[in-house]
Nanobody
């Protein structure tokens, strides 16, 4: 069984920054397939960023390229999402994902 717990969300003004964290526990052999999604009420979950496991650069949605950075600490089984230059349209619940497992999400609200 795998558990994912997100933290670090909050309210920030446009142009500000937040750093999301996801703690993974359970039987996990690699963080390579982990990523971040986000969801706005009434819409489907959108892939924001993900590690690749084939040596290619990490994946980023076009809307966040150059502003968000995904990173990890393998020893701590943690992944992070550094979000800079935040925009009101980044407002969403952000979820950590590993295969079929999801965290409960953390709310990010960006005010204009």
């Amino acid at each position: 069984q795998v558990q994912l717990v997100e933290s670090g969300g909050g309210l920030v003004q446009a142009g500000g920054s937040l750093r999301l964290s996801c703690a993974a526990s359970g039987i996990i052999f690699t963080l390579n397939r982990m990523g971040w999604y986000r969801q706005v009420d009434g819409k489907g979950r959108e892939l924001v960023a993900r590690f690749t496991n084939d040596g290619t650069p990490n994946y980023y949605a076009d809307s966040v390229k150059g502003r968000f950075t995904i990173s990890r600490d393998n020893a701590k089984k943690m992944i992070y999402l550094q979000m800079n230059s935040l925009k009101p349209e980044d407002t969403a619940v952000y979820y950590c994902n590993l295969r079929q497992y999801w965290g409960r999400g953390t709310q990010v609200t960006v005010s204009s």
